[in-house]
């Protein structure tokens, strides 16, 4: 069974294909993606109008590419898949448009794909592991740990009730005059860093939930590095160490909590998996602290390489694919969904807004 998968919840463009057999395996036909950055860089961070306009820009040319590089037709697709949310609403809004024509005019079926949902099943394309296991999101835009029980069952652990953990990284590394994307340029000079230097707070630490903050730790950065200023490279060095520390140690504390929740669901020592994806889990420091604490818990530890760890479509068609299979499908009424959590029956961390929990 072959799927299209669209992305375009934030500012990647991108398009897949990928094929699933009657077993359930999956294998990557086509994965483009474009990413947005040159749009983007004089303004320091994502701007929601000019990234919905890049991406009806480029799709249509993306969604042609991806079906060349895969080599099929679109009468040979079982169904397109499409995010529908969470994400900024111009975007979400110029790929399920374009999903919907493609399913009207080709007589597919459509699947509207909760990106969160994309994320979590990524580890059954690529290492062909099946739920339960425990899931931790870390990207630029998501801090979530997830407690995936099946396709469509989701326990939610915990969530950021501030920033999320790249968006910290960003912000650090803007704050620091590093370039953009954060995360990478602050690995990059935390590498000459001696984190010792700087006392950094551990946001959260031995609360009773596993959620996450990370306002106040870029706030005490922010705090050190105008009362150092001008800083050095030294200097910026030791700060983005410590930051990365203080980070690390601080999502290992809420991943420990989140596996003494989870241990009883998930089986004995040894039998338990733990998933981590998103773009931050590229960052080397992050993957030791929890390599090491996964170890010592019993869990195996899975991480997507890091093509599929960022947004991307292959991802989206393989979510689509595994719904499809169960024969779920929706219809040309599907909308774009801004906020859309996995677990509904969540309490929030951190109260309501007009649109429903913020976090
Ligand atoms: O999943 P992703 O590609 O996009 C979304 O946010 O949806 O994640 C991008 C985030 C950015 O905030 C980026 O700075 C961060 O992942 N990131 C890293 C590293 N590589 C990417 N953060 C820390 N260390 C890295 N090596
Ligand atoms: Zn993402």
Redesign the pocket.
Known sequence: MLVLGIETS?D?TAAAVVARSQSGHGRIRANIVRAQWEEHRRYGGVVPEIAARAHVECLDGIVSEAMRTADVGFGDLAAVAVTAGPGLIGGLLVGLTTAKALAMAQGLALVAVNHLEAHALTVGLTQGLRPPYLLLIV????TQLLLVRDVGRYRRLGTTVDD?L??A??KTAKLLGLGQ????A??RSARHGHPERFALPRPMLGRAEPHFSFAGLKTAVRQRAQSLAPLSAEDVADLCAAFEVAAAQTVADRVRLAMATANDELGAPGRRHFVIA???A???R?RTALAELAASAGYALHVPPPAL???NAAMVAWAGAERLARGWTDGLDVPARARWPLDPDATPALGFGRLGAKA
């Open positions: 934030c990647e990207s630029g835009g998501h999320a790249g968006e990284f960003d994307p954060g995360g990478p602050v690995e998103g773009g931050v590229a960052n080397g992050l760890c960022t947004d």
